[in-house]
């Protein structure tokens, strides 16, 4: 199916959020209508929200300011790894929170350069873990606890080397376990994978 619906609508700012109204209606009179996706625009015509299934099977939903730009969006992968983003007004991505296809939970934080530079997440074992990266996409620095309960901490040089950990016991690289991104890859600037293509 490549049928798109365009749905023109005043949309409305309160308190309690963005008010699209033309949804009730949709969804009560096109009950028959199957649509690989819908849009819905402000009083100028102008995409405010686009709702689709991407060619590689992705449900999005993505939210565009007045000027045209991304600026949020909720995804699910076909392989069920599920996030919601926020982009920056140049649509560079800045902030991800979901969970990976294996169900890690995960908060990413990116620079206006587009490098993801912190991640917060919890592995299968439920540990927590923290990570740095510096602006050359190599992993500086980490914080987390082990299965035991014991915090552990290290710092990273340039190639990867342990400079610095704590525990201070000889600890090795494979004793701070999950390290590193999640599987959700991160979209890019100009909004791919959050507009139709």
């Known amino acids: 199916m490549t049928d798109v619906i365009v749905l023109s609508a005043a949309v409305a700012i309160v308190a309690s959020g963005l008010i699209l109204l033309p949804v009730a209606w949709w969804a009560t009179n096109a009950r028959a209508s199957r649509v690989t996706s819908l849009e819905l625009v402000d ?12 060619a590689h099977g992705a449900a999005r939903i993505t939210l565009l300011d007045r000027e045209g730009h991304v600026r949020a969006g909720l995804f699910v992968r076909a392989d069920g790894a599920a996030g919601l983003t926020f982009w920056d007004r140049n649509e560079r991505l800045r902030t991800m929170a979901g969970a990976a296809s294996d169900g890690t939970p ?17 592995a299968g074992d439920g540990t927590p873990g923290l990570s740095f990266w510096d602006q050359n996409d190599k992993l500086r ?22 400079v610095w950990s704590a525990p201070l016991n000889g600890m090795s690289w494979r004793a ?8 959700v890859p991160t979209p890019r600037r100009n909004g791919e994978h959050h507009r139709a293509d």
């Open 43 to 54: 009083e100028r015509g102008e995409t405010r929200l686009h709702l689709g299934v991407d």
């Open 106 to 122: 995960f908060v990413g934080l990116w620079d206006a350069g587009d490098r993801l530079r912190a991640e917060l997440s919890v």
């Open 141 to 162: 620095a980490v914080l987390g606890t082990r299965p035991d309960g014991l915090p552990v901490a290290a710092l990273l040089d340039s190639i990867g080397s342990i």
């Open 176 to 183: 701070l376990g999950r390290i590193g991104r999640c599987d």
